[in-house]
């Protein structure tokens, strides 16, 4: 699938024996692949899914150099679904299940896309400001962490301000299941 700002999306497409009872889309985490979610495509198709598995922007065989955390990659999320519809049937519904970086885009792309019938989010982050301030390291400071920010906004061309899976979550209306580890060491539970 080739974005809207040029970049090629590389992926997977797994068809169950018959017509799917629905389009079921994976959305791996940052700094992973589509690889990552092979054992589940297979348990979704032979549940009569239609599975996609894709590599998002700057990740796996997909090009792209940023990450926009959502940015640009609800866009490119609908590109996929629009893909998979084309292949499957329009009128399918589509199940989104992602994990961290992927839980996040799904909903920020539930939000806005009603073809969206499910989706599971597993180790979502709330929202960039605030991973921003739980991860930036502390010798950076206030001032170091707004000049990163500025930087990596500049250089990605997006607003870490905008990105927010929890503000998305509140116009969502389909079943949505947040999944989190109470142990996870990376994005604490508060997040989901």
Known sequence: VTTEDGLVLDGWTFSPVGSPRAVLVLVHGKDINRQHFVGAAQRFVAEGFGVVAFDQRAHGRSSGEFVTFGAKEVGDLRLIIDTAQAKWGRALPVVLVGESLGAAVALQTAAVDERVRVVVAGASFADLTTVVDDRAPAILGEKGKQ????????????????????????????????????????LPLKHS
């Not at 250089?155 to 109470?182: C, K, M, N, Y």
């Open 147 to 186: 000049e990163a920010v500025r930087v990596a906004e500049a250089a990605a061309r997006f607003h870490v301000a905008d990105i927010s899976p929890e503000r998305a979550a509140r116009s969502i209306r389909v079943p949505t299941l947040l999944l989190h580890g109470s142990e996870d060491s990376y």
